[in-house]
């Protein structure tokens, strides 16, 4: 039965397509396809990703899933906001003048055919692949030693990342009590001197392998969960929201699929939530201007004030986390035409980054070249971020396409692997892997080479370490007795 389903799924991809194929041909022509119809459009081919993949999979927290709702607040959310709700915050910077309304038509034309070979890809795989049942999964999932392992594995990353990560907090705090958000640039490190910063995410993986690790003492995985919650929420204030955010839905997820599923209730009251916490986001947008976190205290009462009777709170915080139409129009605009295509050289670099560390005290080209948001940002003289389907055109144009359709797979392989997992540190590892991956809607893919050999694979090869150690000591005392 759910093969029938993923059939009719991959049979209804291709006919959305071939639709999208006929209009976009014929809107030189024929067809007029302004700004509102293209945003109609590419929302609704993005719900048709989410819902057709929650239809086959029963579950809503299928990273694929995740992902795609992710990119509708992450590209379309000005879109939805300006075309369908006429809605446009009046003290947020127009970013639309970088570009030309044909511009950001192309833009949602492109990210339309990306998010169909993503989706293609998916089911394929979803199709050809054998869905390989674990018949002691559940044993190795519930081994006693495993999980002490994973505890001893997350202390030992909790003393090497535990001051590094609250020195950061720290900084980051007094910066942004000051200057606002612009205050957190100004504590950007280069060369050897941040060199200390680089241990910070491992703070992240000794969180996770401890929540997980202790399990079975439900008190201690929920303490943490909230610790979790509350350390990388609070940094919401600090102005940066997409990060802080990520970091706490993986982590609610992480508990919800290794430690004990969160109840219904619990959902319905997040989502109640949604009202409160949009008008918290568009308040914390105050710090990333004029005010720092200090000015914005004491006139927070005045804030949330003018951001509930003037403004619409949940319009305007997908207004402001929406931007990444802007970068992806960008490039469409300037490449070829004043750029010429990178033909895969961003993310050869992005390669190449795994053993090039900067020992200068200043930054230098190697970022920009690497980096396709990074010179496009200097290239406009507005820094606006990036997203995953900018830096595919920017190296392969139209032809990005193919390149999502390998994306696909992967993305389902990955799915495969958290349903067939054999042991906790294999889904602590894809829970934090989760935080970059889920970040490129709005950044660039160049920086997952990183995350995967600086901090993944150290973390697996001490877990390996230690669980090696703890055998031979079993033998030993085997032996003995």
């Known amino acids: 039965m759910k093969n029938k389903r993923i059939l009719l799924n991959i049979i209804l991809t291709l006919l959305i397509t071939l639709i999208v194929i006929i209009i976009h041909w014929q809107s030189k022509s024929t067809i007029t396809v302004d700004l509102k119809v293209a945003t109609y459009m590419g929302i609704t081919v993005n719900l048709f990703c989410i819902i057709s993949n929650v239809i086959i999979e029963r579950k809503f927290i299928a990273p694929y899933t995740i992902f795609q709702t992710f990119s509708l607040i992450f590209l379309y959310g000005v879109l939805m ?11 947020i910077f127009d970013l639309s003048i970088l570009v030309t309304e044909e511009n ?4 949602c034309f492109l990210i339309m055919y990306s998010q169909l070979s993503l989706h293609l890809g998916v089911m394929i795989e979803k199709l050809l692949s054998k869905k390989q049942v674990e018949n002691d999964n559940k044993k190795e999932i519930n081994n006693e030693n495993e999980k002490k392992v994973l505890r001893i594995t997350g202390y030992i990353l909790l003393a090497i990342s535990f001051l590094p990560a609250i020195y950061d907090y720290i900084i980051n705090l007094r910066a942004a009590m000051i200057y606002g958000y612009l205050g957190l640039s100004s504590n950007t490190t280069y060369g050897f001197s941040s060199i200390f910063n680089k241990l910070v995410p491992f703070f992240q993986i000794s969180l996770f392998s401890l929540m997980v690790g202790y399990k079975d003492k439900k008190y201690i995985s929920k303490f943490i969960l909230f610790f979790i919650i509350a350390f990388y929420g609070s940094q919401m204030f600090f102005g940066g929201r997409g990060g802080p955010l990520i970091a706490v839905v993986t982590a609610i997820w992480l508990y919800d699929l290794a430690v004990s599923k969160i109840r219904t209730k619990v ?6 939530a949604i009202l409160p916490l949009s008008i918290l986001i568009n308040v914390i947008r105050e710090v990333r201007g004029s005010y720092g976190i200090k000015d914005w205290i004491n006139n927070i009462g005045e804030i949330a004030k003018d951001s509930i009777s003037e403004n619409n709170p949940i319009l305007e915080s997908v207004y402001e986390m929406g931007t990444a139409i802007y970068p992806t129009a960008y490039t469409m605009k300037v490449i070829p035409s004043e750029v010429d295509y990178k033909y895969g050289k961003n993310y050869l670099l992005g390669l190449l980054s795994v053993i090039y560390i900067n020992v200068s ?3 230098n ?13 200097v290239h406009s003289g507005s820094s606006f971020g990036g997203s995953y389907i900018q830096e595919a055109y920017a190296n392969f144009g139209w032809f990005s396409v193919i390149f999502f359709f390998i994306i696909g797979i992967l993305l389902e392989v990955l ?11 294999s889904i602590v590892l894809i829970a934090y892997f989760l935080n970059p991956f889920l970040w490129i809607v709005r950044n660039v893919m ?16 001490l877990y390996k370490l230690i669980m090696n150690g703890e055998k031979k000591k079993e033998r030993s005392e085997y032996i003995e007795e």
């Open 267 to 272: 959902v319905v009251i997040c989502l109640i």
């Open 361 to 363: 005290d200043s930054s």
């Open 104 to 107: 950001e038509i192309s833009a």
């Open 415 to 425: 799915n495969k692997r958290i349903e067939n997992r054999k042991n906790l540190i």
């Open 81 to 91: 906001c300006e075309q369908i709700f006429n809605f446009k915050p009046s003290d």
């Open 446 to 461: 160049i920086t997952l080479p990183r995350e995967i050999v600086w901090y993944m694979l150290p973390t697996y090869l």
């Open 365 to 377: 080209n190697f970022a920009k070249e690497m980096n396709i948001a990074a010179e496009m940002s």
